[in-house]
């Protein structure tokens, strides 16, 4: 299998070759590749808010958050991936979850490559060519979305129609298991705060 670099490449301008490598070489899979580009993703997202021009920034260094900024890069992908395998189980589906766990995380390439550059030319741009920018950043993002689809069509043999289909429900059974995440911690929060208030109590009053 090619190293990582070479796969990241080859994603970015053949994805059709990078997934064939992929399902061609399922056995040699390595799980340490996919949460390594999602490592770099995360720190690709946390530093470029310390050096984009901040008259173009969404927010100011000050409001780096770098667990936060790990929680964007590794939950979103991770339960697309979940979500995604488990449907096309039900549909007749032919990748196996390492398979779109390893081509979903190349599919963060053009942000991993782009957002830097983006970054740096933000530099010499000003707050009125603010819309250039903007619409760089868009085609950066619908980059990457575009490859997650095709990802999810070419490794499983769909047609148009039927991605098109497995990604809506795919979406759909991701906003249920953050629905449900989001339903647990807030239920956990409320139990400790129930605890804490018993615990108060009971000091108060002995």
């Not at 970054?119 to 085609?139: H, M, P, Q, R, Y």
């Not at 047609?159 to 991701?174: G, Q």
């Not at 911690?185 to 009053?205: G, N, R, W």
Request: aromatic share 12%; hydrophobic share 60%; glycine share 2%.
């Amino acid at each position: 299998m090619l190293n990582i670099l070479q796969m990241s490449l080859l994603m970015l301008f053949h994805p059709k070759d990078a997934l064939d490598i992929i399902k061609r070489e399922r056995a040699a899979f390595k799980p340490l590749r996919p949460f390594l580009l999602m490592l770099v993703f995360a720190l690709v997202n946390y530093t470029y808010t310390f050096y984009v021009n901040y008259v173009l920034a969404t927010k100011t260094p000050e409001q780096a958050n770098i667990m936060l900024d790990f929680a964007i890069a590794f939950l979103p992908l991770l339960t697309w991936v979940v979500s995604a395998y488990a449907i096309t189980a039900i549909v007749v589906g032919e990748c196996s979850i390492t398979e779109l766990l390893t081509a979903s995380a190349y599919c963060l390439t053009p942000i991993i490559v782009l957002k830097p550059l983006l970054g740096v030319l933000s530099l010499i741009l000003t707050s009125g060519e603010a819309d250039i920018f903007n619409g760089l950043c868009v085609l950066m993002y619908a980059w990457t979305i575009i490859l997650l689809i095709f990802t999810l069509k070419h490794l499983n043999d769909y047609s148009l129609l039927k991605t098109v289909a497995v990604v809506f429900i795919s979406i759909v059974a991701m906003l249920i298991i953050w629905g449900v995440i989001i339903l647990m911690f807030t239920l956990f929060a409320q139990v400790v705060s129930f605890i804490k208030d018993l615990i108060h109590e009971f000091q108060l009053k002995y």
